[in-house]
């Protein structure tokens, strides 16, 4: 009598494991760019200024809550990391170099590349 127990009690959780709406999801990492300290798009052509703050925007397609996101990039050679916990994209706040500024997802093909070019002591005479 025990052994028929255990078949009816194995095969209602089997019916509860089975009818689970739970599915596994690869999140990953499908962009990043330079952007604006705000997280506004620089436009085309867009004249780079050492007076405004710019950020490196990083968007995933994560979407679960119960579980941290980290995503590891570079900037300039540096390594960094963002955690995402509810947002599909963050932006973290970076300082430009002189030259070509590279940005590149760890383990991806994601890249970026942001050419700044200092003015010096540069002043227009008229």
Same mark, same amino acid.
């Not at 255990?6 to 709406?21: E, G, H, K, Q």
């Given at each position: 009598?025990?052994? @028929?127990?255990? $078949?009816?009690?194995? #095969? !209602?959780? #089997? ?5 689970? /709406?739970? +599915? +596994?999801?690869?999140? $990953?990492? @499908? &962009? =990043? &760019? #330079? ?8 436009? +085309?052509?867009?004249? =780079?200024?050492?007076? !405004? ?9 994560? &979407? ?7 995503? /590891? $990039?570079? !900037? ?7 955690? #995402? ?11 430009? =170099? ?12 994601? @890249? ?8 010096? /002591?540069?002043?227009?005479? +008229?």
């Amino acid at each position: 009598m025990k052994i @028929k127990q255990y $078949y009816i009690l194995a #095969f !209602v959780m #089997f019916l509860f494991l089975a009818c689970s /709406d739970y +599915e +596994e999801r690869n999140i $990953y990492a @499908k &962009s =990043i &760019s #330079f952007v604006h300290a705000d997280g506004s798009k620089l436009s +085309e052509n867009e004249c =780079i200024s050492p007076n !405004v703050k710019y950020g490196i925007k990083i968007e995933t397609n994560f &979407s679960d809550i119960n579980r941290p996101f980290r995503v /590891d $990039y570079s !900037v300039n050679g540096v390594v960094y990391a963002m955690t #995402f916990t509810e947002n599909t994209s963050l932006v973290n706040p970076i300082t430009l =170099i002189n030259g070509n500024n590279a940005a590149q997802i760890v383990g991806t093909d994601h @890249k970026a590349v942001l050419k700044y070019v200092e003015q010096g /002591d540069f002043e227009l005479v +008229e």
